[in-house]
């Protein structure tokens, strides 16, 4: 058995767990830097009443913990089902280099498992979408926010 | 001025303290539902050591607890500035119904602050994406794991 099917089958058993000793959401998933294991995680939304709180995107956090830094660059993820568009994007945007799932979208949905429903609504042209997203641009009173910034920035 | 435009500048606030009193990220957000405030929240990824911590992923997390559910059916953020597909998939999967922001990834392009990176990757096919993502499907023995759910569910 390759690594990559060690740690995916890591992240299957944590899920069966969430569901046979939590009767909940059957996701987990594993981060794994050079070799060593940083994060183990499980769906905890029900848990921690967080809608955020996904199987990859609690490995995420926990990964950072454990490193003691919010940059998870060189990190893989082995989840067991196919990322939506929240925790993909959270991998992203913390540097992980490779994401393996072992259930895919196409294997969830005859079980209403599917994480397809983020990425159409994210495909739909903005005046389609279901959430509303617009620009108003209100300015505070004194200096701009982003001047601001980069002022101290240049500190 | 607008309920919109008073809670944007509100979101606008909190970024600035964030920026003058913490020296890090320009970013705010407020949850409202039903004309009361759920939840302001700032960027908090330099303080909690947390990639995804950014103010309107703060802001969803603050208003599940305030509402006690992971379920933001019906209420509206505003946002300083434009949501990473993060966040935006964040508020999108909480059953957000608006959302409104002040600064645009125009806006903050020049600063560096804009939110593009993320959509630019998430748009590009997977064989050109930066972070590689990959179906292995790894099955443990025993029991499948989506059936294991699916016959939970139905207890």
Tied chains: 1, 2.
Aim: hydrophobic share 35%; net charge negative.
């Amino acid at each position: 058995m390759s690594t990559t099917e060690t740690y995916l089958i890591d992240s299957i058993r944590l899920a069966m767990e969430n569901v046979r000793e939590r009767n909940t959401w059957p996701f987990g998933a594993v981060v794994v830097k050079d070799g060593q294991v940083l994060a183990r995680a499980v769906n905890e939304v029900e848990a921690t009443c967080d809608s955020s709180a996904h199987a990859e995107m609690q490995a995420v956090r926990a990964a950072c913990r454990a490193l003691g830094k919010p940059d998870l660059t060189g990190c893989t993820v082995y989840a067991s089902g196919y990322p939506c568009p929240m925790c993909l994007s959270a991998m992203y945007l913390a540097g992980v280099r490779a994401v393996y799932y072992a259930y895919s979208n196409e294997d969830g949905a005859p079980y209403d498992l599917s994480a397809e429903r983020g990425y159409v609504e994210l495909a739909r042209p903005l005046e389609q979408r279901e959430m509303k997203l617009a620009y108003v641009p209100a300015r505070d009173e004194g200096p701009d926010l982003y001047e601001a910034w980069r002022e101290r920035q240049g500190r």
